[in-house]
């Protein structure tokens, strides 16, 4: 129903109030969708050959340095570390820093947020979960 040849075209009945839905030919849809989660693999495929993809990569030049911590420095370390052990599709994007305003809040995105995804990334192994990470944030 979504598809724009189908808008229009494809209606259902909603269930509790028994009307006829349609999705207008002028809704403009914006989708997300993180490429490094390989299980749905067969949905991005089926995704990918119906609607257009504009591929939004980490930018790091839109962070600040913040309490001494250069977030831009270090999210393109980080970045560049993955994408030479994995690859650039599970690079870190700069959102997860865009709110900080302390080197607290700093520290909580790397201790809650990255640190545990590069946990899944590398399935515990510490050892190259450092290499990635740049200095100030290793793990003990």
């Known amino acids: 129903m979504i598809e724009d040849d189908k808008r229009e075209e494809l209606s259902v009945t909603l269930p509790c109030s028994q009307e006829e839905f349609t999705v207008p030919k002028n809704i403009y849809i914006i989708g997300t969708m993180n490429t490094a989660n390989r299980s749905i693999a067969l949905l991005d495929t089926a995704l990918r050959r119906r ?60 201790r809650n947020k990255i640190i545990p995804l590069l946990r899944e990334y590398f399935f515990e192994d510490s050892e190259k979960i450092n290499k990635v990470l740049p200095e100030g944030y290793k793990l003990c």
């Open 51 to 110: 609607f257009d993809f504009i591929e939004m990569m980490p930018r790091p030049e839109l962070l600040q340095t913040i309490d001494g911590v250069n977030l831009q420095e270090k999210l393109a370390t980080l970045n560049g570390n993955l994408e030479t052990l994995i690859d650039r599709e599970h690079t870190i994007g700069h959102a997860y820093f865009i709110k900080c305003k302390s080197r607290a809040e700093i520290d909580k995105v790397f």
